[in-house]
């Protein structure tokens, strides 16, 4: 039953995550230009729309992205980019459905660094969505592995939601599927020995391997524990299932 219980929720899910299956470190097919001036006058930030009117520019059916340089010639950010063109749009509307909202095209503007966003928008985040102005700032995490997707997943989540999510909530669902091990019912329960605690932690404020790995493990666990209704639910509510972590 775990097994068909995690199938169910990866069928559930995994659409929302379009973004995040294979990095594709090749030409995506998309048109890419320079960005003007007009195009990006109203980015959020300290320094004003002109920071970014040197960054390549490309386009989606929902989405305008912007990055630098630094993003197009870096193998790993360039393989996250693709990954963005090719998914974004189904995962945002996958998203949209799960939350009810309306679908809204926005500006994406994409960082080399945690540095580099706090630089230019004066927020020390991975990640943060300006609904008024239809933007959404990330801050690529430049590294492979199970949570290459999680810094821009996490940030789209939030955009169909139309509001600011619990952090685990975030983190945890833009690392699902990222092909973590599976591992056994007792290291289960060693790893998810603090995962009551991770509702307060300040996740978005900067990579934690650690914490990032125990917010997957927690979704997971939900899906096994109380199947894939459940976890659409915490995706919805923001509240979590009452864990027993007594084993007999």
Known sequence: MRGLSTLLVLILVTAALGCVLTPHPTATGHSESMATSSQAPGA?????????????????????????????DDPVLQSKLNMLL???????????????????????????????????????????VDYKKKEIHVALINETGVYSILDV??????YAAGRKLPDFIAVGFGAMDAGRTPVGPREKRERYVSLDKLESPNLRGGYNATLFAETNDLMEYIADEYGPLALVEVLKTGGIPKINWVTS
Do not use: M
């Open 44 to 72: 959020t930030g300290r320094l004003g729309g002109w920071v970014y009117r040197n960054w390549y520019h490309n386009s989606t059916k929902y989405f305008e992205i912007y990055y630098p340089k630094e993003v197009r």
């Open 86 to 128: 090719l998914g974004a749009d189904s995962a945002y509307a996958s998203y949209a459905r799960l939350f009810g909202t309306k679908l809204q095209k926005a500006k994406i503007y994409l960082y080399p660094s945690e540095k580099a966003l706090e630089n230019i928008t004066g927020r020390k985040v991975l990640w943060f």
């Open 153 to 158: 997943d996490a940030a789209l989540l939030e």
